[in-house]
Nanobody, 123 residues
């Protein structure tokens, strides 16, 4: 079965950096679009970035120029490099797998989710 396990979250001061990882298993990793999402209690889930099976990427406006999504198909691992972090980036971050490969966007169907990793940015 599909398993997604995030790691790399933590606490950091504003302006700092973190790198999140998501180890995937149970399916052919390179066939599917992957994404990073985040949720703050009391607010709707927000799409952060997605990477399609062809390597193309899409970012939310709020993170463009600061976050980079990437993947290592040989390691079945998804990454999110987060730089210039702001207090408003504080959230639980989740990786997810889509039902599509190419032609992916943040609004695509993502039925498979990890358990999340907490990111806290202090001012």
């Amino acid at each position: 079965q599909v398993q997604l396990v995030e790691s790399g979250g933590g606490s950091v001061q504003a302006g700092g950096s973190l790198r999140l990882s998501c180890a995937a298993s149970g399916y052919r990793y390179s066939d599917y679009c992957m994404g990073w999402f985040r949720r703050v209690p009391g607010k709707e889930r927000e799409g952060v970035a997605v990477i399609a099976s062809d390597g193309s990427t899409i970012y939310a406006d709020s993170v463009k120029g600061r976050f980079t999504i990437s993947q290592d198909n040989a390691k079945n691992t998804l990454y999110l490099q987060m730089n210039s972090l702001k207090p408003e980036d504080t959230a639980m971050y989740y990786c997810a797998r889509s039902t599509v490969g190419a032609y992916c966007n943040i609004g695509a169907s993502f039925p498979y989710w990890g358990q999340g990793t907490q990111v806290t940015v202090s001012s």
